[in-house]
């Protein structure tokens, strides 16, 4: 079985590609827990439920870049062809 020099890029890219979705993870169960621990602070303390809110959107969103660089990674390694 003979592999060519594109061949091995884009079966390497691919792999990469399914590496950087990885990055989707950590977001994910980081914005669960700062959503859990958002509702146990409304709950103890229902007045400041703006701020609590607004709070924790920032922060969700601040968390949520990570997940985005490593979407656009994962993208410019799949259709991005090097070498051609």
């Known amino acids: 079985m003979n592999i060519s020099g594109q061949e091995f890029i884009s079966a390497m890219s691919a792999i990469g590609a399914g590496i950087a979705m990885i990055a989707g993870v950590g977001p994910g169960v980081g914005q669960g827990i700062a959503a859990g621990h958002g509702a146990s602070a409304v709950g103890r303390n ?12 920032l922060g969700q969103a601040v ?22």
């Open 46 to 57: 229902p007045g400041a439920q703006s701020q609590i809110q607004s709070t924790m959107l």
């Open 63 to 84: 968390a949520e870049t990570t997940g985005l660089y490593g979407f656009a990674v994962a993208i410019i390694l799949m259709f991005v062809k090097p070498f051609k």
